[in-house]
């Protein structure tokens, strides 16, 4: 069955590093890919998606790109500041499957 | 505010006792979803609702009902709380549209079973 793997939290940064975080994914057909994030007692908000293979999803200066050659939907971004310490969750949405299977989620914290 | 709204927020049970998590949104959305979150664990899907009339199991339903009382209202039912069962619960919905991809969540209900 479809599943997520995402690096294990939790990740903690200094302001202005960059960040990456880890995912690769198992999927028959061709998934959708998302990237969720969860602040401090909130639900989940959708970060960013992509829905094909070489698309790049960008949001908040979040970025990922759907690699199908390697399975994988990296996060990224450039320089993290306090406000995106949270919790960021892969997920995936596959074929005619209605629903959205997550990762476990990696925890960052980001120190001023 | 148009969203997904859960109540309780809060709740503490004894084992044994039973109790219905509410949900509902506001956005015409065709599918709604209940999932819990434990440390380590991630989300992991309760029940999910394709539609008004539909519902149908997901990875861990032990435990639970669900009804899908009309197109808003999707409640979660726990007949005979365990210890087991203290988790953070999720509703979530979406459009049942192949452009639209990502899901609405509420903001939560935290439940301790003692």
């Known amino acids: 069955g479809n599943s997520v793997t995402q690096m294990e939290g939790p990740v903690t940064l200094s302001e202005e590093a960059f960040l990456t975080i880890n995912c690769t994914y198992t999927a028959t057909g061709y998934p959708s890919l998302f990237w969720y994030v969860q602040y401090p007692g909130e639900g989940l908000q959708l970060l960013l998606k992509?829905?094909?293979?070489?698309d790049k999803g960008s949001n908040k200066g979040f970025e990922a790109t759907y690699r199908k050659e390697t399975t994988s939907f990296h996060l990224e971004k450039g320089s993290v500041q306090v406000s995106d310490s949270a919790v960021y969750f892969c997920?995936?949405?596959?074929?005619?499957?209605?629903?959205?299977?997550f990762g476990k989620g990696t925890r960052l914290h980001i120190l001023p | 505010n148009a969203g997904v709204t859960q109540t309780p927020k809060f709740q503490v049970l004894k084992t044994g006792q039973s109790m219905t998590l509410q949900c509902a949104q506001d956005?015409?959305?065709?599918?709604m979803y209940w999932y819990r979150q434990d440390p380590g664990m991630g989300l992991r899907l309760i029940y999910y609702s394709a539609s008004e009339g539909t519902t149908d199991k997901g990875e861990v339903p032990n435990g639970y009902n669900v009804s899908r009382l009309n197109k808003r209202e999707f409640s979660l039912r726990l007949e005979s709380a365990a210890p087991s069962q203290t988790s953070v619960y999720f509703c979530?919905?979406?459009?049942?549209?192949?452009?639209?991809?990502?899901?609405?969540f509420g903001s939560g209900t935290r439940l301790t079973v003692v």
């Open positions: 992509a829905t094909k293979a070489d």
């Open positions: 979530a919905s979406r459009v049942s549209d192949m452009n639209t991809y990502g899901y609405t």
């Open positions: 997920a995936l949405r596959g074929g005619r499957d209605d629903k959205i299977i």
């Open positions: 956005m015409n959305h065709n599918s």
